[in-house]
């Protein structure tokens, strides 16, 4: 089974499988293709014109689908190429593909956020002018304390099915 475009029905499956609604899709795929011509120099098709095997994603749709799919589904790369008709070596290759191409088309329309900053001055210029700002810090790592009272302070609970003795 080889999960295609063409099986997309509904603005439902639309939505599941990418995130995106069939129109957006479109949208965003003009701006993908610029991208990856902008990075290649040639679309998909010419690319894959000399080499002798049949590529598992033939079109830029293709490799914006297939790309989405990836991120919303999280799948293991060996099971996510299964689904899509390819080895899960290729599979981890074309999704770092599309999410290359899928970065600057992102970038080139303006719609990513700033990530690297070269000090917290410039951060807080950045963010000047947002109200509320929230971080997510719940898959951080910590050092775990040598104590036994900052051990119980720190700990979750989460790791036991039966919850911690006072």
Known sequence: MKLKIADLK??????????????????????????????????????????????????????????????KAGLTYDLLGLVCGMDGANAKRNQELGLRVLEQALAAAGCLPKRAFKDAAEFAAYLKNEKTLIFD?????????????????NYSGKKSATPPRP
Not at 31 to 39: E, G, M
Not at 137 to 153: F, I, L, M, N, V
């Open 10 to 71: 509904t603005e439902r499956q639309w939505r599941a499988a990418t995130g995106f609604d069939e129109a957006r899709f479109e949208k965003l795929l003009v701006l993908f293709t610029a991208s990856y011509l902008k990075l290649h120099g040639q679309s998909v098709a010419d690319r894959q014109a000399g080499i002798e095997v049949t590529p598992g994603l033939t079109s830029e749709a293709e490799l914006l689908f297939f790309t989405l799919f990836s991120l």
């Open 137 to 153: 810090g719940t898959e951080h790592r910590t050092q775990r304390p040598t104590g036994d009272a900052a051990q119980k302070e």
